[in-house]
């Protein structure tokens, strides 16, 4: 997805303006952009990633399993995603 230059996005509805939010996140170095709060287990689905086998780092920190459901990405944060790969 592009980069949207401001966080703020304007736009007209039934002939008045509105504002909306749009939350701004890194995932693996490119930047994704959400109309709505999100958490991880969502962000895993948008990505495809769900049910994989993944370890999510969050600004620097590993992210349970266990939490991503509860954890909503936030405007500019930076995410690692690792899928794990068998093989022998």
Sequence with gaps: MSRIASPWRTGAA???SII???I?????GKTHAFE???NLRDLLEHLEMAGRKVAVERNGEIVPK???RETLVENGDALEIVVAVGGG
């Design 24 to 28: 701004q996140v890194t995932v693996n």
């Design 20 to 22: 909306r939010l749009v």
């Design 36 to 38: 709505r709060p999100v």
């Design 14 to 16: 039934t002939g008045s």
């Design 66 to 68: 266990g939490l991503h």
